[in-house]
């Protein structure tokens, strides 16, 4: 094998092993959980507040632990508010197309309509409506 044969084959094992360990980062459940609700939300942005809202079963350090871990592997972006308001989040968390990517390849982006669904039926409390009327939310293409 020529060098340039060589060091191809080393940076397709590179890209071999980050999309392993983007794969292995989602497959926690609680991250495959987040990464669902966000997707399943009309704005396609979700803040620590609305996903502890959504999992009163786990605490906002934890949640934001997990968003951190998917971030490090480029599968979530962290969005800041234009505007912010001082009573309201102003980072808010989107999926990236690799993280769409990865959901799809482990068979679970199919769940996200479902998710949705159940998502638009959720009852509020006036303030978790208040965060998601929010104006200077971030915005992302969720055509995906």
Do not use: C
């Amino acid at each position: 094998m020529d060098r340039a044969a060589r060091l191809e084959a080393g940076e397709q094992a590179e890209i071999d092993g980050t999309r392993f360990d983007q794969l292995d980062t989602l497959l926690d459940k609680k991250r495959l959980r987040f990464v669902q609700q966000i997707l399943a939300h009309d704005s396609g942005v979700l803040s620590v507040e609305e996903l502890s809202y959504r999992n009163p079963d786990i605490e906002s350090g934890t949640i934001d632990y997990h968003l951190r871990k998917l971030e490090s592997a480029e599968l979530t972006e962290r969005l800041s508010t234009d505007d912010p308001a001082n009573d309201l989040p102003n980072t808010y968390w989107a999926v990236t197309g690799r993280g769409v990517a990865r959901l799809d390849e482990l068979g679970f982006y199919d769940e996200v309509e479902v998710l949705a669904v159940a998502d638009e039926a959720l009852e509020r409390t006036e303030r978790i409506e208040r965060i998601e009327a929010f104006d200077a939310r971030p915005q992302v293409d969720v055509s995906q």
